[in-house]
């Protein structure tokens, strides 16, 4: 129906444009009769007579080019007209849309709207067998989303020589306005070859280099050149490249990867020759020749993360550039010790996002109830890597504004009473993020931009969604486009979404990924999941109390049924849609998403088809299905690089899974966040120093008359090169030019050194998550900032043990408040705590953005525990000894450092009841029972029994 409405749109153009146009001009143009005309004064006359005869010769042009394409389709070749092959190209698009009004030869199959279309065959994937790309010996094997002008385009160079291809194939081209088919070979004129994808533009991302981006998209880093020459209005230095820059890509060989924000460390069983294994030793060979190093220069934007692999990218954890950009210095001798990032699958940035976001905040809930002096057990090692993975992939920009995209429709659907409009799919780039409707909707509502048939909304610019709830709480992602962008959809809208795939643990990882998603998005919070299969725990770990796990298949749809019947019977004939966007009805109809992870039988799907049939009611399904049955989303290919097709839409993704050994780990972070084992945090004494064999409490020495004197009392100001970790970074004392770009990168470079001394170059890959070739340039700048000692040492001399290591006088704000504290918070003296507080300069970390410093977690936590537990023990010192100043002192700074603390704010209200601060008390014990609310917790029991004293007078009384 829309092509029909298309061409008949088309049809209409052709005829004002051949027939409406002259009419127009013959009866209301003017052409001068009487040229004296010219040497009188205008009276307008003169413009309109040379706008009338604009008008004729710009008819005339696109009447010859119309002709010239009719006579191209009936005589089956290019009539080409000089200087009016722009106009041919419009005129020749119009003419093939008006083509699907003629009868046709053979008839195409409309591409299905939605993802509940009727069963259809799924699409024809080349397996494991088929070439790489089209044989163009034996023709040209259709792809999925091919038409007649992109392999054109392919095969012939230009895609305005689709007509040379219908020529070759009358027989299966007799509709050349018809889609496609994949699977079909096509016969290809004489001098046609496969030339790969056509030129595309890529973002420029954080980490990125012009060789980097040689190497992923041209087949090797010494092709830099190339990209320079095609940019030449954006590149002057091509060692310069800024975030953000859209560069032409030319003559990309065909790759099956997405951009590297979307794509996962790469590990092979059998790598070509001479192509190294991720966390493999770096080869030696030498390059083609020297590239570009320098890395993109904004720190904001996207970073290298997780996805598909590529045999030629270069990845974190792997040393691939020591085989293109040259010999690696700092390259390892052996392989012990540091592993690479472990294989992460083809995770989604936002669902890289919501895992992180759901870890974070029940971390943050945790440490809430820590101990003074004590710290909660780190996660597995295996888990730290993956969350090092995921932290470098997650978009939280992208997530939080998809999430108050969806609130503020429903809120502007509520407050208009208007419908909400029906959901097909979701896309989100870089920069934009797009809602398709099935239907067109009203026109977008205030901060959203596009038409009826689809809003948008910029990254950079959040709607305001408030607390209403979310009016599609089912939306989930598949995949990403080979640009880059995320596909979601709604499941919903799907009622039973079958996943289809010929490997049981890739259809595994792909159903796990949806799950794991659903049980973490922001916008799916009022969502409850019922799950069936062996990765239950990991969901079950992942959503919490939102997880129903059911024993069987007959359990699950028996619990199905009864909700289905009390559903129907509430509701009635009122739609779902109209309660989902009313605030107080939302949470009744709020949507049961059925999962089943593993194998199943292959009647399961249909019933719950059978089941769910009807109006809906806010129940849906994931379930494997059969490749056969016709599946609304297959999955093909590797388990590390899956490729998937959703029905009805064109073109195949790249999709997102999670592999069994990744599954495992992040099951682990999850179970590490809600541990609440603890263990004697490093800066605290207490009685288990004596029986730690590897902690010696410093000894005191005590004047004679005064207080006790600490050993690491008086630190002497450093005269080298310092890291400032205690607030926003910095590096200070180094001796070098200051960088012109890339500062922070080197700071975090600098930082995770001295975390990590003695570190190789792959395991500094491996950790901070950057390609090689950015390593190797951002280690040759720092070195070239720190500069040299007094006494001519470098301060970070050049790796000819493969180990890479700072000059011991190379320290950070952090490694002094251990000093400090080495012999135990408890022990030292109120002197010594005064110095520790005195290193604050604001919250750890503080300009670091979400998803940069990720490796950098566990450190941050240390430092705001640390200094929480010095302003605790400094304030009830101090209010031990009547001094108020320095109680409230305390406490103010070490807020600081770890804000909204619980024990610091009720040191704070001590502090100020002691004083006789009535309002300063009143509003602190606001401020705690506020914020207590909004995390949705309880106080903790002394802070009640705190806050009842300093309010009514009294603890109240207890059975």
Known sequence: MIRRARALGALLVLALGLLGAPVALALWGRLPTDWAVLGRPDDGALLLAALTLLGWLAWLAFAASTVAEVVGLVARRHVRIPLLGRLQQVSAGLLLAVLVLAPRGVDAPEPQ?????????PPAVPGPDAPAGPAVTGGYLVEPGDDLWTVSERTLGDGARWRDLVAANPDLLRDPTSQLTPGTRLAL???????????????????????GLALEHLGAAGRWPRIASANPDLIDDPDHIEVGWRLTVPEPVHRAE??????????????????????????????????????????????PGIGAPTSTSTVAGG????????????????????????????????????????????????????????????????????????????????????????RRIGKHCFDHRLPLPELARITVSDVLITLEWARPADEPPPGFGGDPARWTVDVDAAPDGADHPCPYPAVVSLGSTGDGELVLVDVERSRVLGVAADD???????????????????????????????????????????????????????????????????????????????????????PVVLCVLGDAAPDVAARLDELLAGPPVGVAAIVPASPAAGADWQVTGAVDAPRGRLRGAPGALFAHAIPEATRASVAELFRAADDPATTRAPWWGGPEVAGDDNVVALPARVHPGGEDVDIVEVVAAVAHPQVLLLGPTELRGATGPEPARSRQQLIELCAWLLEHPGSTATAMAAGLAVAEGTRRSNLSRLRAWLGTAPDGSAYLPDAYSGRVLLHPGVTSDWHRLRVLLSPGIDRVGESTLVAALDLVRGAPLADAAPGQ?????????????????????????????????????????ALVAAAGDELLMCARIRTEHRAGNGAEVGRLVNQVTRQARLLGVDLLPGTVQLCQEVIEGQVRARA
């Open 113 to 121: 709207p939605s993802l509940r279309a009727a069963p259809q065959a």
């Open 189 to 211: 004129p004489a001098g046609a070859q496969d030339r790969g994808a056509r030129p595309h533009r890529v973002t420029v991302e954080r980490g990125d280099t012009l060789s």
């Open 258 to 303: 997405p951009r590297r924000h979307e794509r996962q460390p790469e590990r092979e069983a059998d790598p070509p020759t001479g192509e190294p294994t991720v966390g493999a030793e770096a080869s030696g060979s030498p390059a083609p020749g020297p590239g570009p190093t320098g890395t993109a220069a904004a720190t904001a934007g996207a970073t």
């Open 319 to 406: 040393s691939t550039a020591a085989a293109t950009d040259g010999p690696d210095d700092d390259a390892p001798d052996d392989d012990t010790g540091q592993p690479g990032l472990p294989l992460l699958g083809t995770v989604g940035s936002l669902a890289a996002a919501a895992i992180l976001g759901a870890v974070e905040a029940r971390r943050f809930l945790r440490l809430r109830e820590r101990p003074v002096g004590r710290r909660f057990l780190p996660a597995p090692e295996a888990a730290v890597r993956v969350r090092t993975a995921l932290g470098a992939t997650q978009r939280p920009d992208r997530l939080s504004v998809l999430d108050a995209a969806l």
């Open 504 to 590: 049981p643990e890739l259809r595994r990882s792909s159903l796990a990924a949806m799950a794991v998603e659903l049980a973490c998005a922001p916008w799916a919070a009022d969502a409850r999941l019922v799950i069936l299969g062996p990765d239950a725990g990991l969901v079950r770990a992942a959503g919490a109390e939102r997880v129903q796990e059911a024993a069987s298949v007959d359990e699950l749809l028996d619990g199905a049924r009864t909700l289905l019947e009390a559903r129907r019977s509430a509701l009635g004939s009122e739609p779902l849609s109209v309660l989902r966007r009313d605030p107080d009805r939302a949470e009744a109809v709020a």
């Open 853 to 893: 410093w990720h490796w950098a977690e566990e450190l941050r936590t240390d430092l705001a525990c640390a200094l929480r537990d010095v302003g605790v023990v400094l304030a009830d010192r101090a209010l031990a000894r009547g001094d108020l100043d320095l109680a409230r002192w305390a406490a103010s700074r």
